[in-house]
């Protein structure tokens, strides 16, 4: 089958490889569109250690199931790349996330969704109306980390509890979404690209702001009355994002940690803990958090498909290159074969 390869450091390639086969209680679907991921573009920037040469990247997926349960071939699906044991603790818990070996689509050694085809587990795909289209329907995963990171606000934090987003790329803007459906009072808004700030405008950003010709702390503490956001929410992740969201949250506020900018960060916990800030980390989604994402954007209550553009797999080296050197106002690139 065709397939867009990482074959060296910066360099992406088509390649004829073999199909994958189906087993018991999989499925395999024809690939229509996958969006490129900012993970994506952490490995072909060499950033990461778990996608190596060799591998087929991708893994915000959708398609048609061709093999498998007859009761879903022919239907057009969404797929959740994140596999889990379905057994173990946290997954019996329904934190797939955190499952003990937990695969992804397009990581370590499971090719990935910039592919004809893929194979996942049957409970792994979401019947997808053709009323959505594929342009709106490579959102779902990026929507299902917002989804996730959202869940995490601490019940101390009230109902509807004020927020403060740094970071306005997919990410970013996912979190935005969901956060204003959600009725949740979002206070502000950091991106430096200002495209990308035209986006979260558009989204109902309240306040956008440049970080690079405004400090965002003294911003949020100006629109809060020198009080701070009860959540703080950084989608980017580098030493400084993840202070900054440490810095803006009231006493007794909690700062969720999504962004893989960075990996090591160094906190005043002298700070953090006479202010009892909460740390919250998040990686990926559970199964439910996945299907609240698909039920978003097949109700039509989030549509980023104005902001995507859709290319061909051929022209996947120039779509990375796009997303790294100038993605303007582009909040997904999704590639088809």
């Not at 499952?99 to 194979?119: I, K, M, N, P, S």
């Not at 980017?236 to 506020?253: D, K, L, P």
Request: hydrophobic share 45%.
């Amino acid at each position: 089958m065709k397939a867009l390869v990482y074959t060296s450091l910066k360099t992406l390639e088509i390649r004829d490889i073999p199909e994958p086969g189906v087993g018991p209680g999989q499925v395999k679907v024809r690939v229509s569109a996958t969006g490129i991921c900012g993970s994506d573009i952490h490995g072909f920037l060499g950033h990461s250690a778990r996608r190596q040469p060799g591998l087929v990247l991708g893994h915000e997926t959708l398609g048609f199931v061709v093999e498998g349960d007859e009761a879903l071939v022919g239907k057009r699906v969404s797929v959740n790349p994140l596999m889990s044991c379905g057994v173990c603790g946290a997954c019996r818990a329904g934190r797939h996330n955190c499952c003990r070996v937990w695969r992804l689509l397009g990581l370590d050694q499971t090719q990935g969704g910039f592919a004809e085809y893929v194979v996942v587990p049957r409970r792994n795909v979401y019947p997808l109306p053709d009323s959505v289209s594929d342009a709106a329907a490579v959102m779902i995963e990026p929507l299902a980390n917002a989804f996730h990171i959202l869940s995490m606000i601490p019940a101390t934090a009230g109902l509807l509890p004020t927020v403060a987003i740094i970071g306005g790329g997919t990410l970013g803007a996912c979190i935005l979404a969901v956060a204003r459906a959600r009725g949740l009072q979002v206070v502000a808004l950091s991106e430096p690209n200002p495209l990308r700030a035209d986006v979260a405008r558009a989204l109902g950003a309240p306040r956008v702001i440049d970080p690079k010709e405004f400090n965002f702390v003294d911003e949020v503490f100006a629109a809060t009355h020198n009080i701070g956001v009860a959540v703080a929410v950084d989608a980017v992740g580098t030493t400084e994002t993840r202070n900054a969201a440490a810095q803006i949250v009231e006493r007794g506020g909690a700062a969720l940690l999504l962004g893989l900018d960075q990996g090591p960060t160094s906190f005043d916990f002298f700070d953090l803990i006479r202010r009892e800030v909460r740390l919250q980390t998040s990686f990926a989604y559970t199964e439910s958090d996945f299907a609240a994402a698909h039920h978003f954007v097949e109700s039509g209550i989030a549509d980023f498909s104005k902001w995507t553009t859709v290319l061909r797999l051929e022209q996947g080296q120039q779509a990375f290159e796009r997303l790294i050197d100038d993605p303007a106002d582009r909040i997904k690139i999704a590639l088809v074969p």
